[in-house]
């Protein structure tokens, strides 16, 4: 993720400090009270599962755990809605394949 644009607006916020969760084993730096999906989009990240029957990429749609199209896996917990599941330090979050993965 080096070369990549930080996409969150940073004129006058304080965050807090920083840390570290997992996408897919890279790491992605988020701050508290920032959910996932909106950490990933800030790394220019939008695809959270594929389709198991066509293959087709789903990623963040309404942003308020409705449509569930933002759905992946988060340690271990498969069909976690991360537009609404706040980052924490050290979490695994992978893309998920179907709807649920048993």
Not at 11 to 38: A, H, M, Q, W
Not at 58 to 78: A, K, L, Q, S
């Amino acid at each position: 993720m080096n070369n990549k644009i930080n996409l969150r607006l940073n004129n006058d916020i304080y965050r807090g400090n920083s840390f570290v969760f997992f996408y897919n084993e890279i790491p992605i730096v988020s701050f508290k009270g920032e959910t996932i999906s909106g950490a990933l989009l800030a790394n220019e990240i939008k695809i959270c599962r594929i389709t198991n029957k066509i293959n087709e990429s789903r990623g963040f749609y309404c942003g308020m755990g409705t449509c569930w199209e933002c759905t992946m896996i988060v340690n271990d917990t498969h069909s976690v809605r991360t537009c609404i599941t706040l980052c924490k330090p050290g979490m695994k979050v992978k893309t998920q394949i179907g709807n649920r993965i048993d």
